[in-house]
């Protein structure tokens, strides 16, 4: 069964860090350009950072330069280290595989992260 | 940033045909994707490419594209179908690059 199942969210304080983690399983993960996508309570999605098989990353203006997307082929894993965290970014984080479609067409059960001192 | 606008609600009766709209400046010249999100779950791709289906989605659910509007078009809706929708763009020349519309929120009557 094609499977991603993120783990790593909790209660952190405002100016610290965390990392998520999305474990992969089913299909070959190498092969595929992975993401993070967040979804505040009641709000919208938002995509937060892509990496691409050849490890390039991505990221919107918004956590550049706070937030590094990384992946781990070998243990078909991966990574979202979250730095200098604020209110703004508490939210479930999901993580999700990307067809060549530009299309997300798996998505783990999400994880939830709170910034809050 | 490229921005995609959804209406927030849309209500339908069961049985009959609901249209979700997707605004979109050029949104004709990109391809859309559209999630269905149910309470407390994950979203699921429903439409990709405009107007393909993934597998194991009914062939109620349809899509199509052009100019400055996208549509999700479910018909037939079932109570089941009550959930929000999302669609969504690759913009390589937006940050982000990766966009959604701000959902609109389906229910069955």
């Known amino acids: 069964e094609v499977q991603l199942v993120e783990s790593g969210g909790g209660l952190v304080q405002p100016g610290g860090s965390l990392r998520l983690s999305c474990a992969a399983s089913?299909?070959?993960?190498?092969?595929?350009?992975m993401h993070w996508v967040r979804q505040a309570t009641g709000k919208g999605l938002e995509w937060v950072s892509a990496?691409?098989?050849?490890?390039?990353?991505y990221y919107p203006g918004s956590v550049k330069g706070r937030f590094t997307i990384s992946r781990e082929n070998a243990k078909n894993s991966l990574y979202l280290q979250m730095n200098s965290l604020r209110a703004g970014d508490t939210a479930v984080y999901y993580c999700a595989r990307e067809v060549t479609t530009g299309a997300f067409d798996i998505w783990g059960q999400g994880t939830m992260v709170t910034v809050s001192s | 940033s490229y921005v995609l606008t959804q209406p927030p609600s849309v209500s339908v009766a069961p049985g009959k045909t609901a249209r979700i709209t997707c605004g979109g400046n050029n949104i004709g010249s990109k391809s859309v994707h559209w999630y269905q999100q149910k309470p407390g779950q994950a979203p699921v791709l429903v439409i990709y490419?405009?107007?393909d289906r993934p597998s194991g989605i009914p062939e109620r659910f349809s899509g199509s594209n052009s100019g400055n509007t996208a549509t999700l078009t479910i018909s037939r809706v079932e109570a089941g179908d009550e959930a929000d929708y999302y669609c969504?763009?690759?913009?390589?020349?937006?940050?982000?690059?990766?966009?959604f519309g701000g959902g609109t929120k389906l229910t069955v009557l």
């Open positions: 990496i691409g098989t050849a490890g390039d990353t």
């Open positions: 089913g299909f070959t993960f190498s092969s595929y350009d």
């Open positions: 490419y405009d107007s």
């Open positions: 969504q763009v690759w913009d390589s020349s937006s940050d982000p690059s990766r966009v």
